[in-house]
């Protein structure tokens, strides 16, 4: 199964982050597909702006913390 991430908000985002420009975090997710990652939101507010904006679903999620980048998978709890 193969999954596709072209849309170009999420390169335009990663591209912000690695850059050090106006944002730190970014969360993707797959809205109504199941095989083509859209990008949800993005921040400049850290960790705890990120925490709030993670939905009730499968995202994933980068944020630079700390000088580095960190990968987040998040299965919310009503996922069964």
Known sequence: ???NVSDPKISEAYSRILS???????IIGYGASRD???LY???NKGVAQ????????VVFGYIMFEG????V???????R
């Open 41 to 43: 939101s993005s921040g």
């Open 20 to 26: 050090y420009d106006d944002l730190d975090w970014m």
């Open 1 to 3: 199964m193969s999954c």
């Open 68 to 71: 580095s980048g960190v990968l």
């Open 50 to 57: 990120m925490s709030a904006s993670v939905p009730d679903e």
């Open 36 to 38: 083509t990652l859209l």
């Open 73 to 79: 998978t998040h299965v919310s709890h009503k996922i």
